[in-house]
């Protein structure tokens, strides 16, 4: 099993890299280049279980775990024009990462471009259909399930291919639009920019990156879904998003360590950043 980041240059110490990335044939290509307007950040967490494998644990892998290859995924960073951002949270049944607050996602069907992917994913977790919406690649993520290697062997490996769209729509004209699908979500939130910032500074401390949340509101309001699948509105304690990656245990509810990543790509596009700057041509 090899890591995409490690293919690319990343090392032990250095788990980001920058690729051109196309979708061809229905498989996502990704390839070196020297052009900046095609440069997209490809990171992996610094926990990555495939690095931490010895060659004695990788090559007695299972042979359908070998031969599963990569997958791929998209997920939107949908953005409002109030500039609130919309998470949701995986259903407590889901296989992998159950209870964790996500952008809406999921596969690509065969014959599908990333944004129509990416669409549709959005109107299937949340109901909103949003044609008009134009979009922009992020970032790319590498991800290993279970996540870390004291959680046992790498079973599933994928990249997650992040879309920034923007609506001109605000975030309580598509609340009221919100239609989630209890097969695959059980919560939805809008998030403004201040609490994404705490969110995506909530790793960078790990990182020796210090900040104050002093300012951020003690709850955040989430439409949820009971157990007998009805929606209510619920306030939430906003220190379950502020979880660190390596302080959270793989069942509690917290903000995944992509989205952290993805939200903080968001950020910098938002505000003019160096990355912002070098998103993909729109899609």
């Not at 090899?2 to 788990?15: A, D, P, Y």
């Not at 299972?62 to 599963?68: E, G, I, M, Y």
């Not at 809406?104 to 471009?113: D, L, N, V």
């Amino acid at each position: 099993m090899l890591s995409i980041v490690g293919f690319f240059g990343g090392t032990e110490n250095r788990h980001v890299v920058r690729v051109g990335c196309a979708l061809r044939d229905d498989q996502l290509v990704l390839y070196e280049t020297d052009k900046e307007a095609e440069q997209i950040p490809l990171k992996r967490p610094m926990f990555c279980p495939i690095t931490h494998l010895s060659p004695e644990t990788a090559a007695s892998l299972p042979t359908d775990t070998l031969n599963r290859g990569v997958d791929v995924g998209v997920a939107v960073v949908l953005e409002t024009k109030d500039q609130h951002v919309l998470l949701t949270r995986r259903a407590r049944h889901m296989r992998t990462f159950p209870r964790v607050w996500v952008p809406p996602g999921g596969h690509i069907e065969k014959g599908e471009t990333l944004l129509e992917a990416g669409r549709r994913e959005l109107q299937e977790e949340t109901g909103l259909h949003l044609p008009e919406c134009h979009g922009d690649v992020l970032g790319l993520w590498e991800s290993v399930f279970p996540p870390m290697l004291n959680l046992g062997l790498p079973k599933r490996h994928h990249i997650v291919v992040y879309v920034h769209l923007l609506t001109q729509q605000s975030q309580a004209v598509l609340q009221d639009r919100l239609e989630l699908q209890a097969s695959e979500v059980d919560g939805a939130a809008w998030l403004d920019r201040s609490l994404v910032e705490a969110i995506t500074a909530s790793d960078q401390e790990e990182e020796g990156v210090s900040s104050s949340s002093s300012s951020i509101p003690k709850t955040f309001r989430a439409t949820v879904l009971n157990p007998d699948g009805q929606v209510q509105t619920e306030d939430m304690s906003t220190s379950l998003l502020m979880i660190p990656s390596l302080q959270a245990r793989q069942d509690q509810e917290r903000v995944s360590t992509g989205t952290k990543f993805a939200l903080a790509q968001w950020i910098k596009c938002i505000s003019g950043g160096k990355d912002g700057e070098k998103k993909q041509s729109p899609l």
